[in-house]
């Protein structure tokens, strides 16, 4: 038998759009994945006709797109909607009344991609918690540690609604660093302009990574921190708040440092970094081998069991867990 699913992803060249890559590259031989992007007319049209019919399980990996799940219910009843849910608890409180509460009522199942959101919510019916991961084929180490100057990494939004440091913690940080005769490349953008204007080529960014000795997360909430991961897979120094992902694997001083969302704290941070560089560097690749999506850490695994169980038992039957607690053996 080979199942067949649907992943819905938003922009091509996006981080989610890489994302939905690594999880068909990854995918097992049961399994027949296509992916779709809703900003692209063509892969939109295939939500006004009968072609969801083929699938088993429609996983929506956008979950600020949840109004997806009314069309697949109209067009394929009978397929598991799956959608993901990428934040963390200190998310303004409204946006989680304007997209949590309507995820719950709209999908088969969530997949909270972050075990704090996960425990927050006390493990709703109908949940898990699989945290995204890192595809060790697209972002990895090009230039050792040893041969790289000192210059920090950042990219993100500077909507100060966003709250991802812009205008708290990197303008002020930027004369401190060239005080101290770091570089930095901040790859800024106003969120709600056109993404497609925005986008970067992960071969471009991959460089970037590669160009720096540390990648910095100076926001206020994540989900993933998708920088942090691709920064750390490629060897960069992890110079982070305790958000998000970096909650599961974030060791302070061990694989990467963590601050207190200040410029004078992240530029302590950083001094930190470069006297300690090629330790935290080994340490971060070391852990998101962990969390790569194809070996060794095989994280797609914990995707793909759940969607046989979907197809096979049906959502009401599997009961809410974490891949923290099953991570040596199959979900």
């Given at each position: 038998?080979a ?10 060249g996006?981080a989610?759009h890489?994302r939905a ?6 995918s ?12 692209n ?10 072609q969801?019919?083929q699938?088993d399980v ?12 009314e069309?697949v219910?109209?067009?394929n009843?009978r397929?598991a909607?799956?959608l ?5 608890s200190?998310?303004?409180?409204e946006?989680?009344k304007d997209?949590?509460e309507p995820?719950?009522r709209?999908?088969s199942?969530l ?5 704090e959101?996960?425990?927050f ?10 945290s ?8 990895g180490?090009?230039t050792?540690?040893?041969d790289?100057k ?11 609604k ?13 004369p401190?660093?060239?005080e ?8 800024a953008f106003?969120?709600?302009?056109d ?8 071969e471009?960014m ?7 000795f540390?990648?910095l997360c100076?926001?206020l ?5 998708n920088?942090?991961l691709e ?7 992890l ?12 060791l ?5 440092v ?9 530029m302590?941070g950083?001094?930190h970094?470069?006297?300690n560089?090629e330790?935290l560097?080994?340490?971060a690749v070391?852990?998101?081998?962990e969390?790569?999506y ?6 797609v ?7 046989r169980?979907?197809?096979?038992d049906g959502p ?6 974490s891949?923290?607690?099953i991570r040596?053996?199959?979900?």
């Amino acid at each position: 038998m080979a199942y067949r699913l649907l992943i819905c992803a938003d922009v091509p060249g996006y981080a989610y759009h890489r994302r939905a890559l690594a999880l068909r590259k990854y995918s097992p031989d049961d399994f027949r994945v296509d992916v779709c992007y809703h900003s692209n007319a063509r892969d939109a049209e295939l939500f006004r006709n009968q072609q969801l019919a083929q699938y088993d399980v429609v996983f929506n990996i956008d979950y600020q797109s949840p109004g997806i799940g009314e069309r697949v219910r109209r067009a394929n009843p009978r397929a598991a909607f799956v959608l993901s849910h990428n934040r963390d608890s200190k998310s303004r409180l409204e946006n989680w009344k304007d997209s949590y509460e309507p995820i719950l009522r709209g999908r088969s199942f969530l997949i909270c991609n972050n075990q704090e959101v996960f425990d927050f919510h006390k493990r709703p019916p109908r949940s898990c918690c699989i945290s995204n991961g890192i595809d060790l084929d697209q972002w990895g180490i090009d230039t050792p540690m040893t041969d790289r100057k000192p210059r920090v990494f950042w990219a993100g939004g500077t909507n100060p609604k966003k709250e991802k440091g812009w205008q708290r913690v990197l303008e002020p940080l930027v004369p401190m660093l060239d005080e101290a005769g770091v570089g930095h490349r901040f790859h800024a953008f106003h969120n709600g302009m056109d993404y497609n204007k925005w986008v970067v080529p992960q071969e471009a960014m991959r460089r970037w990574y590669n160009e720096s000795f540390a990648v910095l997360c100076t926001s206020l909430h994540e989900g993933t921190p998708n920088t942090s991961l691709e920064g750390m897979a490629c060897g960069c120094c992890l110079v982070t708040t305790r958000i998000g992902n970096a909650r599961e694997f974030g060791l302070d001083g061990v694989n990467c440092v963590i601050c207190k969302r200040t410029p004078e704290s992240f530029m302590d941070g950083l001094n930190h970094a470069w006297m300690n560089r090629e330790r935290l560097s080994d340490a971060a690749v070391e852990t998101m081998m962990e969390w790569s999506y194809g070996p060794p850490g095989n994280r797609v695994s914990y995707f793909y069991s759940l969607f046989r169980r979907l197809v096979d038992d049906g959502p009401e039957k599997i009961k809410p867990f974490s891949y923290n607690e099953i991570r040596a053996t199959e979900v």
